[in-house]
T-cell receptor, first 115, second 111 residues
Framework: GAVVSQHPSRVICKSGTSVKIECRSL??????MFWYRQFPKKSLMLMAT?????????EQGVEKDKFLINHASLTLSTLTVTSAHPEDSSFYICSARQGSLGEQFFGPGTRLTVL | LAKTTQPISMDSYEGQEVNITCSHNNIATNDYITWYQQFPSQGPRFIIQ???TKVTNEVASLFIPADRKSSTLSLPRVSLSDTAVYYC????????????FGTGTRLQVFP
């Protein structure tokens, strides 16, 4: 199957700082990428859907000014957690899909810890 | 998207067959049933997808009754490495704009 990578795999930051997480599709062009958040022992929660070259669509309850998503190319989407707080500590997972018809391939996730 | 209900957890022993059932009473005509596997601190991995009757691949089988209001993921002869969370999702095949994950079933395989 197709490969999706995330960078970094783990990040620790201080409260109030911003953190950027990258999601890359390595061997295919992803017109759509999704960002999920997962708290310990909980299920994945969809945060937003991003289409290449357009603004992301955020799920209800997700602050778009806090979680900035950029999908500037067909192989890269970034999620920036701005002014991070300890409650933003979570496992962030992206997925990528080629075109409007296609399976979603998931990245390995990024563990964010905000001190 | 149809809501799904799965057991929160299941235990098994190595070598046994494990069947995880998912209820999706409100499944729509166009909906497919997809199962994902997730290991700790990893992204989910696609296991199998089906629409009706039975689907089998090298990893698992998926049984879907005629009314499609439930489905059963069957894992033959599980090993310790099958310890994971298994998610049942219902939505349009591949064309699903969103994947809505339910609570999942935490499978623990013992030696």
């Amino acid at each position: 199957g197709a490969v999706v990578s995330q960078h970094p795999s783990r990040v620790i930051c201080k409260s109030g700082t911003s953190v950027k997480i990258e999601c890359r599709s390595l061997d295919f062009q992803a017109t759509t990428m999704f960002w999920y958040r997962q708290f310990p022992k909980k299920s994945l929660m969809l945060m937003a859907t991003s289409n290449e070259g357009s603004k992301a669509t955020y799920e209800q309850g997700v602050e778009k000014d806090k979680f900035l998503i950029n999908h500037a190319s067909l192989t890269l989407s970034t999620l920036t957690v701005t002014s991070a707080h300890p409650e933003d500590s979570s496992f962030y997972i992206c997925s990528a899909r080629q075109g409007s018809l296609g399976e979603q391939f998931f990245g390995p996730g990024t563990r964010l810890t905000v001190l | 998207l149809a809501k799904t209900t799965q057991p929160i957890s299941m235990d098994s022993y190595e070598g046994q067959e494990v069947n995880i059932t998912c209820s999706h009473n409100n499944i729509a005509t166009n909906d497919y049933i997809t199962w994902y596997q997730q290991f700790p601190s990893q992204g989910p991995r696609f296991i199998i997808q089906g629409y009706k009757t039975k689907v089998t691949n090298e990893v698992a089988s998926l049984f879907i009754p005629a009314d499609r209001k439930s489905s059963t993921l069957s894992l033959p002869r599980v090993s310790l490495s099958d310890t994971a969370v298994y998610y049942c999702l219902v939505g349009a095949s591949y064309n699903t704009d969103k994947l809505i994950f339910g609570t999942g079933t935490r499978l623990q395989v013992f030696p």
